[in-house]
């Protein structure tokens, strides 16, 4: 297949609970608390869907984090391509920003494609990539990472020292037991994961999120 196929074919995906039912499920972009700040198109349920193989690398990964006392908080998964076309949308044509003090204060809208926040395409939409951070079991709270998620800016990057130690250390924590179990990092989010051997490394999919296409495809 080419990369410029926009398959509904989502055969091989799963449902990440059914593989990680510890993992915590805050899908931002099924909400209105996101850069965008409104639900995005293809959204249609609050679930993170994920392909198998990426599902059971994220369990692997998962089992690692619950020895040390942590859980993975999953913001995103698989994402449609509509949703992607919205973001550029958002990019180049909308003019609202009232969620740029939350998500973007540093730059400005239109510079988020040419700094690698917003793309024409995303891996997310292969179906093997994963934006997460971890909470901790004993205080119930959030790793501190410096940033929070979707925080377009340098500050995001994960090798970027203008952090404390402590934040900079749980970044490095978070990257070294993806990397363990599979997952390469993004150079411009220390949130964001994909697994180094993706089945569908060419494809782009359109399905949208929502458990019963996911089950209506198997």
Not at 4 to 22: E, H, I, M, N, W
Not at 37 to 53: F, N, V
Request: with cysteine; hydrophobic share 35%.
């Amino acid at each position: 297949m080419s990369s410029y196929d926009r398959t509904k074919d989502c055969s091989g995906f799963a449902l990440l609970s059914d593989y990680v039912p510890q993992a915590i499920q805050e899908i931002r972009y099924f909400s209105t608390y996101n850069f965008v700040g409104e639900r995005i198109d293809g959204y249609e349920e609050p679930c993170a869907i994920i392909t198998r193989e990426a599902a059971r690398a994220l369990k692997a990964a998962s089992n690692e984090f619950g020895v040390m006392g942590y859980r993975i908080k999953v913001f995103d998964a698989y994402r449609p391509t509509t949703a992607v076309s919205q973001f550029m949308f958002w990019a180049l044509e909308d003019k609202d920003v009232r969620m740029k003090p939350y998500f973007y204060p540093e730059i400005e809208k239109e510079d988020t494609i040419a700094q690698g926040y917003i793309a024409q395409r995303s891996s997310h939409s292969r179906g093997s990539t994963v934006d997460l951070t971890l909470l901790d079991m004993a205080t119930g709270k959030e790793v501190d990472m410096g940033t929070p998620f979707d925080y377009f800016g340098e500050l995001s990057h994960p090798d970027n020292r203008n952090v404390t130690d402590e934040q900079y250390e749980n970044r490095m924590m978070l990257q070294k037991v993806m990397v363990r179990n599979g997952f390469e990092p993004y150079e411009c989010e220390w949130w964001h994961f994909t697994l180094k051997d993706e089945p569908y490394p060419d494809t782009y999919y359109s399905v949208p999120v929502s458990s019963a296409d996911l089950r209506h495809n198997r």
